[in-house]
């Protein structure tokens, strides 16, 4: 691939209070980026904050909440690159974050991300790396990736993703066949586990570059006080994985060149 231009998009609502030290982390990193603030329903003074930035980002304001998954594709439609990042906004990432992670991307790597860690907000401290899966940073076979998938998953704000691949895999409901979501759970795994289907390679750094805030109104730090929510939780990202496996199977025996060959005509 030619082009590694990068485009963050962050979706936002509610968290003025936040948005200003992601949006700031964005505009330094050492590779420029075009950056997007998708906002869907905000009733705090996030356009005002916004505002002070001018034309250095793009702003998306939607008075309408219509939930997670519409605010990210919005966002995601207005990008002008094919390598994405999805940054919430109560997070941020260090400065080389794209610059080194893009390094990464040639033509058989699907997507790449960074190692991460956790601040904790109430503590001030920080968490160990979350992502033990290569001891070293380079470009891996999918086969590494998928199988830490199977009892982990790697937050989007981690990843620079392909737009297409964000495009194909982003449901805006539930993930296809399943029983199971919560506030936008399942859909964000999916994006990585579905680039291994099309592509054999995937990129890590295995430095903490991307920082995930915990806080007292994060619906993961809300979740771990709450065992039914927690259950939740594990049962979208379980279903995520059935249709994920579901999908490699459909490709693995081009089981869908045969139904349509052996389908009952009318």
Known sequence: MTNKQVSIVIPTFNRADYLVECIDSCLAQTQACEIIVCDHGSTDNTPEVVKKYGDRIKYVRRTLDSGVHFCW????LHCSNDLI?????DDWIKPNFIEDCVKLFDENVGFVFSN??????????YSDNLFNLNNASGVFPVKNFLKFSTSNMVSPG???FRKKQLLDNLFVGKVPFTQNEYHGVGPDILFS???CIDYPSYGFINEPLAIFRAHDKSITIDALSDSSK???IKNAYNDA????????IIKEYNLFSLIKKFKIKK
């Open 116 to 125: 991460a860690t956790v601040y904790y907000e109430n503590q001030k401290e």
């Open 230 to 232: 927690q259950k939740k």
């Open 85 to 89: 990042h999805i940054n919430y906004d």
């Open 193 to 195: 586990i579905m680039s």
């Open 73 to 76: 594709m919005d966002g995601i």
């Open 158 to 160: 981690a990843v620079i």
């Open 241 to 248: 994985r059935v249709y994920f496996y579901l999908s490699k």
